[in-house]
Structures are given as C-alpha cells and as structure tokens.
C-alpha cells in the first residue's frame, strides 16, 4: 500500500527566516506525482506546489520549493522569508496509477506556525 | 465561477440516524473523493468514484456509503453504523488522471448530539 509520512507534526518559523517541513512516501510505481496542500484555519485545502516524478528539476512556486530526491523517496518543501499568512497545516501527498486507479494519499500534515 | 461545493457547513445528528453529505462539482471532473479528516490523522480515504455509476471503497469505509448517479454529484451518507462519525468531511474532485491536481469542497463539519 501507499503511505506518506510527515515525520514532523508541528514546527514554528520566525517571520522572514526559512523552514523546511519534510515528506517521504513509499510506492512501487515509476510514474507518479507529488504535491504539497496548505490548510489555513478556514480549512479550505490550497494546492501550494506540484512535481512530476519524471523531472529532475525541483518545482519552484515563489517562495516554495521543493528538494525531490527519488531515490531515496523524499520530498521536502522549502518555505523562505516565511509569511504570518503561511500559518496553516501542511499536507504532502501523492498519486499514482497503481492498480490502475488514481488515488490521492495523504501524509497526517505538519502544524507551521509563523511567529512575529 | 467553477468550483466544488459541500452543503452543509455543519451537521448535527443524532445517535442511530443517518445523514447525508452534498458535493457538488461544475468543473467538469470526472473523478471525485471524500476525505475525512480527524486532528492528528490527517486525510483519510473514504470512498472515491473515478467515472458516473462506478465506485471503490477507500481506506475507512465502513459506515459510509455513496453513490455516482451523475457526474457532478456526488453524496456521502454517514450510516448508523459507523460509530464515531463526528468529524469533519472534506470533498475532492479532479481530471482523472495522473497529472491532475484535486480541487477541494469546503468541507462538512458533523457533530453526534
């Protein structure tokens, strides 16, 4: 089965300082996607980035990026000069066509906390 | 605009009722999903149908039933038998295929009174 794990279940940031929040996951597929949710407190799931399995290049979205290493099945999202309004959980999660279906599992998320 | 809607925002129901969740989407997806989401466990499969009269027991469906008579709905009965339903309730729904992001409901928060 798919899992996706988030080793960290709460962190805090100083406003303008870096974080990184951490993500592996397991599958035995070759072909796959990855992507990282933010729920702010109105709980309205927000697609942060995407990454394609077949790139070796990390996505970039702004301030967001990601550290994919396939091998080793990580994908961590690097958050610099961190906002109050980036104050939300964090989901990583990934689909793949296993069993001919394609299912959206998700980590438990990471609680960031942007501190003034 | 076009979107994903969860009715409604909060539910109460009594023990031994069921109760039924609304989602509906206009984007034109062909697969949807319901999540439940409880603090500490992140999202949780249900139940997930990828095409109209078709769907497939996620990881957590015992309790739940749904079904996927048109392409833009998709409702989610919370039964009698699941014994711990509150909870709150998260709709999702994309293309279909690999590369598709999912798009989210704003989700249904059910309390048992």
């Known amino acids: 089965a798919q899992t996706v794990t988030q080793s960290q279940p709460e962190m805090s940031v100083q406003e303008a300082e870096t974080v990184t929040l951490s993500c592996t996951y397991d599958t035995s597929e070759n072909n796959y996607y990855l992507f990282w949710y933010k729920q702010p407190p109105s709980r309205q799931m927000i697609l942060v980035i995407r990454q394609e399995a077949y790139k070796q290049q990390n996505a970039t979205e702004n301030r967001f990026s990601v550290n994919f290493q396939k091998a080793a099945k990580s994908f961590s999202l690097k958050i610099s000069d961190s906002q109050l309004g980036d104050t939300a959980m964090y989901f990583c999660a990934f689909i793949d066509s296993g069993a001919g279906s394609y299912q959206l599992t998700f980590g438990k998320g990471t609680k960031l906390s942007v501190i003034p | 605009d076009g979107g994903i809607t969860q009715s409604p925002k909060y539910l109460f129901r009594k023990e031994g009722q069921n109760v039924t969740l609304s989602c509906e989407q206009n984007?034109?997806?062909?697969?949807m999903y319901w999540y439940r989401q409880d603090p500490g466990q992140g999202l949780r499969l249900i139940y997930y149908s990828q095409i109209v009269n078709d769907f497939q027991k996620g990881d957590i469906a015992e309790g739940y039933s749904v079904s996927r008579e048109k392409k833009e709905s998709f409702p989610l009965t919370v039964t009698s038998a699941q014994k711990n339903p509150t909870a709150f309730y998260l709709c999702?729904?994309?293309?279909?295929?690999?590369?598709?992001?999912?798009?989210f409901g704003q989700g249904t928060r059910l309390t048992v009174v």
């Open positions: 984007l034109n997806h062909d697969a």
């Open positions: 999702a729904s994309n293309r279909g295929y690999l590369v598709a992001e999912a798009f």
